[in-house]
């Protein structure tokens, strides 16, 4: 009998290879990733904080790619330690989550969950990193989302959501 599983399994094992080889799908070698210049990440952080700054918040701002990574990091003026983490966990969220649900920010996140009854959102707010807080805004280069912006520190959601948006709009004609 453990001859006749090892058969079954060699044979299902060269089956698999055979087919993967031969399909398209596996093999196709590099992946192409894009994701916002070094620069062009700190031109829009730099916005950010100082949109925020004009308004009279000081907030920290993180540009992240769609994996997660940080790219560029501001801490303005007066922003306390914990507004690093803030604006970390809005903007992983609002690029590894947001485009997944088709929401693009942190901010439509927690409305849309706000506006649907019996939603519990206690499985993905268990995640590390995952934050329903706005502030995180999706960067998207045409329909494709590459990262996300994280603002935190203002004295609202809605607050670091707007200086989030602004310093994606300096920038949008430069993500072509």
């Known amino acids: 009998m453990h001859a006749d599983f090892t058969t079954l399994r060699r044979i299902a094992t060269a089956a698999f290879v055979a087919s993967s080889m031969a399909s398209p799908s596996y093999g196709q ?11 062009l990440a700190m031109e829009a952080v730099t916005e950010a904080v100082e949109v925020c700054k004009k308004a009279g918040y000081a907030v920290t701002a993180i540009i992240v790619d769609n994996e997660g990574i940080r790219q560029a990091v501001l801490r303005g003026d007066g922003a306390v330690v914990h507004t690093l983490d803030s604006a970390y966990v809005k903007a992983y969220t609002a690029a590894s989550l947001a485009p997944v649900r088709k929401d693009g920010s942190t901010k439509a996140l927690s409305e849309r969950i706000a506006k649907t009854p019996g939603v519990s959102t206690a499985g993905l707010a268990s995640l590390p990193n995952v934050n329903f807080t706005p502030g995180g805004v999706t960067i998207m280069a045409g329909d494709e989302a590459i990262g996300g912006i994280g603002v935190g520190g203002a004295p609202g959601g809605n607050f670091d959501h707007d200086c989030a948006v602004a ?3 300096k920038i949008k004609d430069l993500m072509k």
């Open 29 to 39: 070698g590099l992946i192409v990733k894009k994701r916002l210049s070094a620069g």
């Open 167 to 169: 310093a994606l709009d």
